[in-house]
């Protein structure tokens, strides 16, 4: 904890020839002493941090998802569904935008970076899934407003 506390500013990367997390602060890995250079290692830890941050961004694509389901369910409460249907619209149509501001980002974006680096496939992985679930609600939601259309039309 006190190399962390001392050093606030340094920050984590893979070493380029043991893979061990280091941090910027180091002249030498410290599980391989391999030399590192101050200007790759700003890169390297760089780069840690972006597709750390694309990790993220896929978890919160995935939360998104699930909280479609929840206001699709919502929506159908007597009392006070409406708003959950409306929020439940607003996040269906932010939703494809929310995942192409990820791809620019973390695929088509990267400098340097390997698209298919671990943490990115499986943050992909993840946001393959959660377009599945929009795919779904976007389909149920229309074919309602589609029931409730002919059932309209026909009464
Ligand atoms: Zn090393």
Not at 24 to 44: G, K, L
Not at 52 to 64: D, E, K, P, R, T
């Amino acid at each position: 904890m006190s190399s962390i506390l001392g050093q606030p500013d340094a920050q984590v990367f893979a070493c380029p020839k043991c893979g061990e997390m280091i941090n910027t602060s180091m002249a030498q890995c410290a599980y391989c002493n391999a030399h590192v250079d101050p200007q790759w290692a700003t890169w390297a830890s760089n780069a840690q941090a972006t597709i750390a941050s694309g990790f993220n961004h896929a978890n919160n694509i995935m939360l998104a998802a699930r909280a479609l389901i929840a206001l699709f369910l919502a929506s159908f409460i007597p009392c006070g569904g409406f708003v959950a249907g409306f929020g439940l619209n607003l996040l269906l149509l932010a939703f494809p935008i929310l995942v192409l501001i990820w791809f620019s980002k973390y695929q088509w974006g990267l400098q340097g970076i390997d698209k298919n680096h671990d943490d990115l496939k499986q943050a992909r992985r993840r946001i393959m899934r959660a377009s599945i679930i929009w795919g779904v609600m976007f389909f149920l939601r229309l074919a309602l407003w589609v029931a409730v259309f002919v059932t309209f039309s026909l009464s």
